[in-house]
């Protein structure tokens, strides 16, 4: 008994930046309908393609899982609407850049950064004798 291995192809297309540009709007209608405002919020950042994997930018961690639970469905939706073969969905997680400086928030903090930044901030507060009395 031999067991013959049959691959049915489903005659599609490849999936391209133009196919996804068409169809992109319909899935983020798709999610608007359903009222899923935080899905729609990874849906409006950068959508790309590369080859056969299309990738989709989260903004740290709460997007990813986010991310992760809808993407079966985006794929669903993108082979439906653009009848297109088999492709791939990845993530690119950025972080959001945590300011290096440290806040300033007394007045005091904030003239000495300018006072840093413009040196004659610095000088105008020497000639003219200027104290700060915050």
Excluded at 1 to 12: I, L, T
Excluded at 17 to 36: A, M, N, R, W
Excluded at 111 to 123: D, P, R, S
């Amino acid at each position: 008994m031999s067991e013959e291995v049959v691959e049915v192809k489903v005659e599609g297309r490849d999936l391209t930046q133009e196919i996804l540009d068409e169809v992109f709007p319909q899935v983020k209608e798709h999610f608007q309908k359903l009222g899923k405002s935080m899905e729609l919020a990874i849906l409006g950042q950068s959508v790309k393609i590369k080859m056969d994997v299309v990738i989709l930018e989260v903004m740290g961690h709460v997007q990813e899982e986010l991310a992760l639970k809808m993407k079966p469905e985006v794929i669903r939706i993108i082979k439906e609407l653009g009848s297109v073969n088999h492709f791939k969905l990845e993530l690119e997680v950025k972080e959001e850049l945590e300011s290096e400086r440290n806040k300033l928030y007394t007045s005091t903090d904030k003239f000495n950064f300018l006072k840093g930044k413009h040196a004659a901030l610095g000088e105008f507060q020497r000639r003219f004798g200027l104290e700060t009395d915050f």
